[in-house]
């Protein structure tokens, strides 16, 4: 049976509202560079909404996730959020992932030949630690794993470490370009983390981060493995966001030391990562709830058992 703490995981800011998200559509009409200021003109995304009548008054219909808005609300946001406002954006270094994984499959494969390692030219987020002063905060998070990768690092272990060590250089160096870092490795993945102002753009980058991993890994690294004989990998990957609480673990006796992340939304990563076919991202209902229409068209639900990560009828999507 669903209890009200099932029911209520969705993942609330400062003043205590549920975070949510409404796409707009943006028109610029004139620029000041000297000032940076933008004057545009916006409305309802068409792909995301439809307008409704509820008691003789105009309500926008979102059209993924069913839920309805009255028209007075949403003038309210737009005017909240472009109203003279800074607006946050925060793009990744990656233009785009194809042609980026063309370009790393030359330097992957020359470094393979014996050459020395070439870093991409896009400027990646030096890796960074979560800062533990502030305790709670939202977080998205991916989890990645190898699959079958006991049977090949069985089958030549020596083999499996080369090809490791390239996967790993070349996705974490992708967690960069996104402006994320990584929160752990695991021997046959990691699991990364992007913490960013403004959790819409947060959210997006991770969906795309994902698409991403999936891009490099098809389009450069294993393209590179095999033609240096070693074994091609293939990965499941798992997304979602949510509040996170940063803690320190201490043993006082040995003198141990070491930080720690608990988090449902971790937790739920993890858990729909383990449910993912081979190449393939899928994300939870806490990710799908404050992505943009782009990546919304681009979700099939699949079959998840909710109580996997208590919450009972908690929906999973796939991203092609």
Same mark, same amino acid.
């Given at each position: 049976?669903?209890t009200?703490?099932?029911?209520?995981?969705?993942?609330?800011d400062?003043?205590?509202?549920?975070?949510?998200?409404?796409?707009?559509?943006?028109?610029?009409i004139?620029?000041d560079?000297?000032?940076?200021i933008?004057?545009?003109?916006?409305?309802?995304?068409?792909?995301?909404? @439809?307008?409704?009548?509820?008691?003789?008054?105009?309500?926008?219909?979102?059209? *993924?996730?069913?839920?309805?808005?009255?028209?007075e609300?949403v003038?309210?946001m737009? +005017?909240?959020?472009?109203?003279?406002?800074p607006?946050?954006?925060?793009?990744?270094?990656?233009? @785009?992932?194809?042609?980026?994984?063309?370009?790393?499959?030359?330097?992957?494969?020359?470094?393979?030949?014996?050459?020395?390692?070439? =870093?991409?030219?896009e400027?990646?987020?030096?890796?960074? /630690?979560?800062? *533990?002063?502030?305790?709670t905060? *939202?977080?998205?998070?991916?989890?990645?794993?190898?699959?079958?990768?006991?049977?090949l690092?069985r089958?030549?272990?020596?083999? #499996?470490e080369?090809?490791?060590?390239?996967?790993?250089?070349?996705?974490?160096?992708?967690?960069?370009? #996104?402006?994320?870092?990584?929160?752990?490795t695991?021997?046959?993945? #990691?699991?990364?983390?992007?913490?960013?102002?403004?959790?819409?753009t947060?959210?997006?980058?991770t969906?795309?981060?994902?698409?991403t991993f999936?891009?490099?890994?098809?389009? @450069?690294?294993?393209?590179?493995?095999?033609?240096?004989?070693?074994?091609?990998?293939s990965?499941? +990957?798992?997304?979602?966001?949510? =509040?996170?609480?940063?803690r320190k673990?201490?043993?006082?006796?040995?003198?141990?030391? =070491?930080?720690?992340?608990?988090?449902?939304?971790?937790?739920?990563?993890?858990?729909?990562? /383990?449910?993912?076919?081979?190449?393939e991202?899928?994300?939870?209902?806490?990710?799908?709830?404050?992505v943009?229409? /782009?990546?919304?068209?681009?979700c099939?639900?699949?079959e #998840?058992?909710?109580?996997?990560v208590?919450?009972?009828?908690? /929906?999973?999507y796939?991203?092609?």
């Amino acid at each position: 049976m669903a209890t009200d703490r099932d029911n209520d995981w969705r993942d609330k800011d400062e003043a205590g509202k549920v975070r949510a998200r409404f796409d707009f559509e943006i028109e610029p009409i004139r620029s000041d560079e000297t000032n940076q200021i933008v004057t545009v003109c916006v409305h309802p995304s068409k792909r995301r909404y @439809s307008i409704v009548e509820v008691n003789g008054e105009r309500h926008y219909l979102d059209k *993924f996730l069913r839920t309805i808005i009255p028209e007075e609300a949403v003038k309210e946001m737009a +005017v909240a959020k472009f109203g003279g406002l800074p607006v946050i954006y925060n793009p990744p270094s990656i233009e @785009s992932a194809r042609e980026y994984a063309s370009v790393r499959l030359g330097a992957i494969a020359a470094e393979l030949r014996g050459e020395s390692y070439v =870093a991409p030219t896009e400027k990646a987020r030096p890796q960074s /630690q979560l800062s *533990f002063a502030e305790g709670t905060r *939202f977080l998205t998070f991916l989890s990645v794993d190898i699959c079958g990768s006991s049977g090949l690092r069985r089958r030549d272990p020596e083999a #499996f470490e080369r090809a490791y060590d390239i996967f790993l250089r070349e996705l974490a160096t992708s967690v960069g370009h #996104f402006h994320g870092a990584i929160l752990k490795t695991t021997g046959d993945g #990691f699991i990364a983390t992007i913490d960013s102002e403004g959790y819409t753009t947060q959210c997006d980058n991770t969906v795309d981060l994902g698409l991403t991993f999936l891009a490099v890994l098809r389009g @450069s690294v294993n393209p590179a493995l095999e033609a240096a004989g070693l074994p091609s990998l293939s990965i499941r +990957v798992g997304a979602d966001c949510g =509040a996170a609480r940063l803690r320190k673990i201490t043993v006082p006796a040995t003198g141990f030391e =070491a930080p720690e992340v608990a988090s449902d939304a971790l937790n739920r990563a993890v858990k729909i990562e /383990q449910t993912a076919a081979a190449n393939e991202l899928r994300i939870g209902r806490g990710l799908y709830e404050l992505v943009h229409v /782009q990546w919304l068209e681009r979700c099939e639900e699949v079959e #998840f058992d909710g109580n996997d990560v208590g919450i009972e009828s908690y /929906q999973v999507y796939k991203v092609e």
